[in-house]
């Protein structure tokens, strides 16, 4: 006869037995602390990365040369069309740049560091009627911030030139003309236009490697002024 309810196996202790709702609620609140550890960590991660690892050098070091490549987005915002229907994006049409880039030691903390850039193979327009390359030379003033706190990041600004060619393809091209299909004469003459640029960013340095994200404004006087940016990678062979 049972006096106190079910007997239980002398193994299994009675304050274990929860029902499936509290357990339910427990296993809840344990994937939430894990969740929150996890973004901690991921957070605690970042935060050591750029305040200071231990192989981490300073971000602009006097007399060294890098060559990088990098992703230039011209026209952010939806200024020029990359698509056969005329439509705008907000990232622009891409481009993929070489550059040089050398620092001079102005004072401990202030460097000088021209760079040079060139797309080598040229962005097609949406139609393949023309062929835009790049010539872009930037003289920024740079400032390392490891003189504030320990860091390796690093910001620029400056002026700079933006050659910008644009080579037409040549030959004919066969559209309809309402239902006849007609030949059309593409032009191949190249234009180019050299504009005045004004240059902010910021780069990461870690051993002989940097890492950048510059945005490049031109005709910031104008109406049509635009918005561009470059990420790009360099390592320093000098």
């Known amino acids: 006869m049972l006096l106190f ?4 196996p002398r193994h299994i202790d009675p304050w274990l037995i929860v029902d499936s709702t509290s357990a339910m609620k427990f296993d809840n609140l344990l994937l939430k602390f894990l969740a929150r550890f996890r973004l901690a960590s991921i957070a605690a991660a970042v935060t050591f990365i750029i305040f200071q690892g231990p192989s981490w ?4 070091t006097a007399d060294s040369l890098h060559l990088g490549v990098g992703v230039y987005a ?6 020029i069309t ?21 620092d001079f030691q102005v004072t401990d903390a202030w460097y000088l560091s021209p760079q040079i850039l060139y797309t080598p193979i040229g962005r097609e327009s949406a139609g393949g ?10 003289l920024p003033i740079g400032f390392n911030l490891k003189q504030w ?8 600004f400056g002026l700079g030139l933006n050659r910008r060619s644009i080579k037409g393809a040549g030959g004919t091209d066969t ?3 309402g239902s006849t299909p007609t030949s059309y004469i593409r032009p191949s ?4 236009t050299t504009n005045l640029t004004f240059l902010l960013g910021s780069s990461l340095t870690y051993g002989s490697s940097r890492f950048s994200l510059d945005f490049v404004f031109e005709g910031l006087l104008s109406e049509k002024r635009t918005y561009s940016a470059l990420v790009g990678y360099s390592y320093q062979i000098w």
Do not use: C, H, M, R
Request: hydrophobic share 40%; proline share 5%; no cysteine.
């Open 5 to 8: 309810g079910p007997v239980l």
């Open 57 to 60: 050098a300073l971000a602009f």
């Open 74 to 79: 011209e026209s952010l915002f939806g200024n």
């Open 82 to 102: 990359k698509s056969s229907d005329g439509s705008t994006a907000t990232i622009g049409p891409l481009t993929y740049p070489l550059f040089l880039k050398y």
């Open 129 to 138: 009627s023309t062929s835009t390359t790049i010539l872009q030379l930037n």
């Open 149 to 156: 706190i320990e860091t390796t990041l690093d910001w620029q």
């Open 175 to 177: 559209l309809l003309n």
């Open 189 to 192: 003459k190249t234009v180019t």
